[in-house]
C-alpha cells in the first residue's frame, strides 16, 4: 500500500515528537540550536528540529495543515523532480527557513527552537499557487484565507516569543516555497492572478494532479 510521501512525513514527525515530549535528551540532541552547529559541526540539526514539536497542540497545528495542503501537491514535485521530489522540497524549505535564525542567533547559547514550521508553510503557500480558493471541509475557509490566518498567527507569536517555535520560519518557509515553485514553473504567476480575479465556493479540496 502506497501511504504517500505526506502521510509518511507525518507519521515520522509524530513518532519524533513523541520521542521529544518523553525523553529530554532526545530533545537536547535533536533541536535546533546554533552553537552547536557552529562548534560542534551537528548541521543535522538544520533538519532534525523540523521533526520535533513543543507541545501536542504545536504538533497537532502543523500536522492538520500539513496534511490537507501536502497531499494536493506531491504530484507536482514528484513529476519535476522525481520519486521523492516532495520530500526533497519539503526538507529543503525546513533547512532554507532556518538559515536566518542560525545567522541571528549563531553564537546565542539561549537560543533554541523546534517545529515543522518552514516546511509546511512552504507547502501551503506553493499549494495556494495552484488552488487559492479551494475551501476546506473542516474549517470551512478558502485556502488563501487560511494562509493568511497562518502568517498572522506566526507573526503574533514571532513577537511574543517564549515557547522554544521558531514562528519566523513561518515566513521564511512561505517565501521558500512561493520562489521554489515559480524557478520551476514560471507559467504560475498568470495562473495565479487569473484564480485570484475567480473565486470559487465550498468544496472539497482535491488532488492538483
Keep these: 500500500m502506497d501511504l504517500g510521501i505526506t502521510i509518511i512525513i507525518i507519521i515520522i514527525t509524530v513518532l519524533v515528537s513523541f520521542g521529544g515530549f518523553n525523553n529530554q535528551k532526545v530533545m537536547n540532541d535533536l533541536i535546533f540550536y546554533p552553537p552547536a552547529i557552529t562548534k560542534q559541526n551537528q548541521w543535522y540539526r538544520f533538519i532534525t528540529s523540523g521533526f520535533l514539536h513543543a507541545d501536542y497542540s504545536h504538533l ?24 521523492f521530489g516532495f520530500l526533497i522540497f519539503y526538507i529543503a524549505a525546513i533547512i532554507v527557513s532556518g538559515i ?18 518552514g516546511g509546511v508553510s512552504a507547502v501551503v503557500f ?18 488563501i484565507v487560511y494562509a493568511i490566518l497562518y502568517i ?45 480575479a475567480h473565486p470559487k465556493g465550498p468544496g472539497m479540496i482535491l488532488h492538483l494532479f
Excluded at 60 to 78: A, D, H, K, P, Q
Excluded at 100 to 110: A, E, G, T, V, W
Excluded at 126 to 143: C, E, K, N, Q, R
Design 60 to 83: 497537532f497545528f502543523n500536522m492538520f495543515t500539513l496534511y490537507f495542503f501536502g497531499r494536493g501537491m506531491e504530484s507536482f514535485y514528484n513529476a519535476y523532480m522525481g520519486k
Design 152 to 196: 498572522i498567527y506566526s507573526i503574533y507569536m514571532s513577537r511574543k516569543g517564549g515557547d522554544n517555535i521558531n514562528h519566523d520560519a513561518h515566513l521564511w518557509g512561505a517565501a521558500f516555497g512561493v520562489a521554489f515553485t515559480l524557478a520551476m514553473e514560471p507559467r504560475l504567476i498568470d495562473f495565479f492572478l487569473k484564480q485570484i
Design 126 to 143: 506553493s499549494y495556494i499557487l495552484f488552488a487559492p480558493w479551494d475551501w476546506f471541509t473542516f474549517p470551512p475557509i478558502p485556502a
Design 100 to 117: 536566518p535564525s542560525f545567522i541571528k542567533h549563531r553564537n546565542d547559547h539561549y537560543y533554541r527552537s523546534l517545529g515543522a514550521s
